[in-house]
């Protein structure tokens, strides 16, 4: 039985009957999450760009898990149409109790857009997830305890908004923008919660210094990089299923509240156990929360139902 799944089990609640959509769940931290969560009774949708790895992943989870209720469904949040027809295999009715948006990528080496001409990280770490989070909210008000969960990083503390340039098209600094994005994504996660009150848990999480496939990112083309990460990430980074331990505590953990950031409590938040992390101070900002949650808004021509 995986790690993932006995910690899991051993501290968290039972959730039967509950659902979840896991982004990017066909490796990493959201596969090693839609496991823990799967052991503990949800009803998993894996909500993948690739449907054969989606597939896979799939098949993983139910080999430790062979009673686990999982399904794949398609999504590409880097193209907006996808996250639409995504959203439209919901029907009026149906509940959705957790949605994770973790799926991300981190420090492109190179200035690339989505299908919607985004810059590649602010589009789908943000922008993806935001549309996503404003076409699904209906369905995570449904059950009246629903949560909506968004993955930081620690990188959220060196990361600044820059309201006249959240696409990099003035400049682009592949780290910059990453931690734009995951500011933004711990922002939007605060934001969510002011605005909902106590009708949807809005929380987010961060998996410390995790070996993800995150890295073929930021190595992207430079195969020095690779051979370097590929060598040194296992000897200093936690595998993913520790790396994803925080966000099955945003995730499932009752005593969890609106607004929390969950992550490990080992030095520096790069390791240890989940508890509640470290928020730079930008992440506060009041008023460029609410211009960064406008911003969004308008780029992806959706209100958030809040």
């Keep these: 039985m995986a790690d993932s799944v006995s910690w899991s089990l051993q501290h968290l609640p039972r959730q039967a009957g509950r659902v979840a959509v896991v982004t990017g769940a066909n490796s990493g931290i959201g596969l090693e999450t839609a496991r823990g969560l799967a052991s503990l009774g949800m009803t998993v949708i894996l909500a993948c760009r690739d449907l054969d790895r ?65 810059e590649t990280q602010f589009g789908v770490n943000v922008l993806g997830h935001f549309a996503l989070t404003a076409r699904l909210l209906p369905a995570v008000l449904e059950g009246g305890t629903g949560r909506v969960v968004w993955l930081a990083s620690i990188a959220h503390k060196e990361g600044r908004i820059t309201l006249e340039d959240l696409n990099s098209e003035r400049s682009y600094d592949p780290w910059q923008a990453y931690q734009q994005s995951k500011l933004a994504d711990l922002m939007l996660a605060f934001e969510i919660d002011r605005r909902m009150g106590d009708r949807v848990l809005s929380v987010a999480a961060h998996p410390g210094l995790s070996a993800t496939e995150l890295t073929e990112d930021m190595t992207a083309g430079s195969r020095v990089k690779a051979t370097i990460a590929n060598a040194v990430l296992p000897l200093v980074a936690m595998p993913a299923w520790k790396g994803a331990l925080p966000t099955l505590v945003a995730a499932a953990d009752p005593n969890v509240e609106g607004g929390a950031y969950v992550g490990p409590q080992g030095f520096q938040e790069m390791r240890g156990t989940p508890g509640l992390a470290d928020v730079a101070p930008q992440a506060r900002d009041l008023e460029v929360a609410r211009e960064l949650f406008e911003a969004c808004e308008r780029l992806t021509g959706l209100e958030m139902p809040v």
């Design 54 to 118: 989606g597939r896979a992943a799939l098949e993983d989870v139910k080999h430790s898990l062979p009673g686990a209720d999982l399904e794949v469904r398609q999504l590409d949040l880097a193209d907006l149409a996808s996250v639409e027809s995504f959203a439209g295999t919901f029907q009026d009715g149906d509940r959705l109790d957790v949605l994770v948006n973790n799926a991300g990528v981190m420090a492109v080496p190179e200035r690339t857009e989505t299908a919607d001409g985004f």
